[in-house]
């Protein structure tokens, strides 16, 4: 169902961004010990544009996140409101963040070496297609030329494979160190930020392929109504704190890994 713009939700969802720009780098500078005056040997943005892409991904992942919190807690009912300006603006996050890879990160990423049928730039590139396809889709002009029933499937297959182009393209860049880091360790003892978004977009993905198994029982091909019966409910909500609690302690797991 269309949801009418809003510049409050906006301006919400725009603050949620900012806390989470913020938190990342001040992260990333407390680990690297700078942001901006990189050593000479980096981009002066290298910093700065991976705190954005971890941002957007964070954002997207919430956006994915918002239904099974709506479902399973009528005490936040609202964040359904937020779900439209949330994806938005995560999405142009990561429109910034290709620019910004594209553009100002010569040292990291020369255009001369930019080889765009790899894994991991396609999966990126086609990512931010299916991001800026979304959000044109998302005015109720192209709605009422696109049918509710089409722009619904539309949005919610896009936002899957958005999450899953995401998935491919961050670890085809960064797996294998990560994997390293946590089964070898490295200079540095605190988890790379990397690491700490990607076990939240796991757990994001995890839920979801959770309910569409269990408590939708059709693998998320078709549109299922929000409302469930209670015992399904309770099911679905069980699962969401005991898996969330599971993702708490992992996060334990890694920060005391090598410290």
């Given at each position: 169902?269309?949801?009418?713009?809003?510049?409050?939700?906006?301006?919400?969802?725009?603050?949620?961004?900012?806390?989470?720009?913020?938190?990342?780098?001040?992260?990333l500078?407390?680990?690297?010990?700078y942001?901006?005056?990189?050593?000479p040997m980096?981009?002066?943005?290298?910093?700065?544009?991976?705190?954005i892409?971890?941002?957007?991904?964070?954002?997207?992942?919430?956006?994915?996140?918002?239904?099974?919190?709506?479902?399973?807690?009528?005490?936040?009912?609202?964040?359904?409101?937020?779900?439209?300006?949330?994806?938005?603006?995560?999405?142009?996050?990561?429109?910034?963040?290709?620019?910004?890879?594209?553009?100002?990160?010569?040292?990291?990423?020369?255009?001369?070496?930019?080889?765009?049928?790899?894994?991991?730039?396609?999966?990126?590139?086609?990512?931010?297609?299916?991001?800026?396809?979304?959000?044109?889709?998302?005015?109720?002009?192209?709605?009422?030329?696109?049918?509710?029933?089409?722009?619904?499937?539309?949005?919610?297959?896009?936002?899957?494979l958005?999450?899953?182009?995401?998935?491919?393209?961050?670890?085809?860049?960064?797996?294998?160190?990560?994997?390293?880091?946590?089964?070898?360790?490295?200079?540095?003892?605190?988890?790379?930020?990397?690491?700490?978004?990607?076990?939240?977009?796991?757990?994001?993905?995890?839920?979801?392929?959770y309910?569409?198994i269990?408590?939708?029982?059709?693998?998320?091909?078709?549109?299922?109504?929000?409302?469930?019966?209670?015992?399904?409910?309770?099911?679905?909500?069980?699962?969401?704190?005991?898996?969330?609690?599971?993702?708490?302690?992992?996060y334990?797991?890694?920060?005391?890994?090598?410290?």
């Open positions: 169902m269309h949801k009418p713009s809003s510049l409050r939700d906006y301006m919400i969802s725009i603050l949620i961004a900012a806390v989470l720009l913020v938190l990342f780098g001040s992260y500078f407390v680990r690297r010990g942001l901006f005056d990189a050593p980096v981009d002066a943005l290298y910093v700065p544009n991976k705190v892409a971890l941002a957007a991904i964070a954002m997207l992942s919430l956006t994915f996140l918002i239904g099974p919190i709506v479902r399973y807690f009528d005490l936040l009912d609202n964040w359904l409101n937020y779900r439209k300006e949330i994806g938005i603006v995560g999405g142009l996050l990561a429109l910034l963040h290709v620019i910004v890879s594209y553009s100002f990160l010569p040292l990291k990423f020369p255009q001369s070496e930019f080889d765009m049928l790899s894994w991991e730039f396609s999966a990126g590139i086609v990512g931010t297609l299916l991001l800026i396809l979304l959000f044109i889709i998302s005015f109720k002009k192209a709605i009422d030329c696109l049918g509710g029933k089409c722009w619904w499937f539309l949005q919610r297959r896009g936002l899957r958005v999450i899953l182009f995401v998935l491919v393209h961050v670890y085809v860049m960064k797996g294998s160190g990560w994997i390293k880091w946590v089964t070898q360790g490295g200079s540095n003892p605190m988890p790379g930020l990397g690491i700490l978004v990607m076990v939240f977009v796991i757990w994001v993905v995890v839920v979801r392929l309910e569409s269990f408590i939708f029982k059709n693998f998320g091909l078709s549109t299922k109504e929000i409302s469930m019966d209670a015992t399904l409910k309770t099911h679905g909500r069980i699962f969401f704190i005991g898996s969330f609690l599971a993702l708490i302690a992992f334990f797991f890694i920060f005391t890994r090598w410290t």
